[in-house]
Nanobody, 124 residues
Framework: EVQLVESGGGLVQPGGSLRLSCAAS????????MSWVRQAPGTGLEWVSA????????YYAESMKGRFTISRDNAKSTLYLQMNSLKSEDTAVYYC?????????????????WGQGTQVTVSS
């Protein structure tokens, strides 16, 4: 079965950095775009970032541009999110999500599998 397991979350001070990882299994990892989505306390889901199947093209929500970097290691079937200059507003559960297509369009994308999430807390 498809499994997505996030790790790397934790408590960090404002301005600090974290790197999240998502270990994927149960599907051909390099056949699919991947994405990160987050959910802050008491709010709905917010799309964060996505990456094309081969890592050649990346996509970011406006508030993450210049601070977050998505990447993937297809040989390891692992997705990453490097988060720098973290703000309190970044506090959320971060989910790794599989896109049901090799490409990410930003329109009508289906996230067909999700990980369990990893908590990121940005606080002084």
């Amino acid at each position: 079965e498809v499994q997505l397991v996030e790790s790397g979350g934790g408590l960090v001070q404002p301005g600090g950095s974290l790197r999240l990882s998502c270990a994927a299994s149960g599907f051909t990892f390099d056949d699919y775009a991947m994405s990160w989505v987050r959910q802050a306390p008491g709010t709905g889901l917010e799309w964060v970032s996505a990456i094309k199947w081969d890592g050649d093209i990346t996509y970011y929500a406006e508030s993450m541009k210049g601070r977050f970097t998505i990447s993937r290691d297809n040989a390891k079937s692992t997705l990453y999110l490097q988060m720098n200059s973290l703000k309190s507003e970044d506090t959320a559960v971060y989910y790794c999500a599989k896109v049901g297509n090799p490409y990410f369009s930003g329109d009508r994308d289906e996230f067909d599998y999700w990980g369990q999430g990893t908590q990121v807390t940005v606080s002084s």
